[in-house]
């Protein structure tokens, strides 16, 4: 079965900081997907950024970006300039290929920003 | 586009009454969905897999008959929390995702059951 650990429960950023957070995973498929999702004391699960892990470059998303290390099943997302808004939990997951595939999710970090 | 709605947002009723949440996938087709359990502070826990004409595909550890699960249309899927007791109160959250692709699940909003 395949797991996702996020080891530290919680950080801190300086506002316009850059701040990255950890994630790893165990699996023995050589094909899958990771996601971020973000969620805000709203409780609304947003997809932060999405890797296939079959494509070697990291996945960037305006101020977010991934490093993605296959081999060593390591997934950090990194978040430059942080705004207050992007003050919340966040969960890293995994996803098989194929349609309709059940994510699992590590235990998530909460993310604070400082003004 | 891919928007999951999920209702109702919060639900307060007493011990030993049933509950209904309802999650549609308001533009797009999803035969399969998902329903998540959290709570505070805690990661999403994923209950069941809900399979639009067939039975839902329970996690293990999470009992079948208090949590029945229907999915009757491709943009439709109920849970139903019967019996409900105090333990039963968590947020809810179910996600789809478009049918047979590999597009990402969309969350709904979540509920919030507190049972009294």
């Known amino acids: 079965a395949q797991t996702v650990t996020q080891s530290q429960p919680e950080m801190s950023v300086q506002e316009a900081e850059t701040v990255t957070l950890s994630c790893t995973y165990d699996?023995?498929?050589?094909?899958?997907?990771l996601f971020w999702y973000k969620q805000p004391p709203s409780r609304q699960m947003i997809l932060v950024i999405r890797?296939?892990?079959?494509?070697?470059q990291n996945a960037t998303e305006n101020r977010f970006s991934v490093n993605f290390q296959k081999a060593a099943k390591s997934f950090s997302l990194k978040i430059s300039d942080s705004q207050l808004g992007d003050a919340a939990m966040y969960f890293c997951?995994?996803?098989?290929?194929?349609?309709?595939?059940?994510?699992?999710f590590g235990k998530g970090i909460t993310l604070s920003v400082r003004p | 586009g891919a928007v999951v709605s999920q209702h109702p947002s919060r639900v307060i009723c007493k011990s030993g009454t049933s509950v209904k949440i309802e999650c549609r996938s308001l533009?797009?087709?999803?035969?399969?969905m998902f329903w998540y359990r959290q709570f505070p502070k805690q990661s999403l826990m994923l209950m069941a897999t809900?399979?639009?004409?067939?039975?839902?595909?329970?996690e293990q550890g999470v009992e079948k008959d208090k949590f029945l699960i229907n999915h009757a249309s491709l943009t439709l899927s109920t849970l139903t929390v019967t019996s409900a007791h105090p333990e039963d109160s968590s947020f809810y959250i179910c996600?789809?995702?478009?049918?047979?692709?590999?597009?990402?699940?969309?969350f709904g909003d979540g509920t919030r059951l507190s049972i009294l």
């Open positions: 890797q296939e892990a079959y494509k070697q």
């Open positions: 533009d797009f087709q999803a035969t399969t």
């Open positions: 699996t023995s498929e050589s094909d899958y997907y």
């Open positions: 997951a995994y996803g098989h290929t194929g349609a309709n595939s059940k994510l699992t």
């Open positions: 996600s789809a995702s478009v049918s047979a692709s590999n597009q990402p699940q969309h």
């Open positions: 809900s399979n639009e004409g067939s039975k839902a595909t329970y």
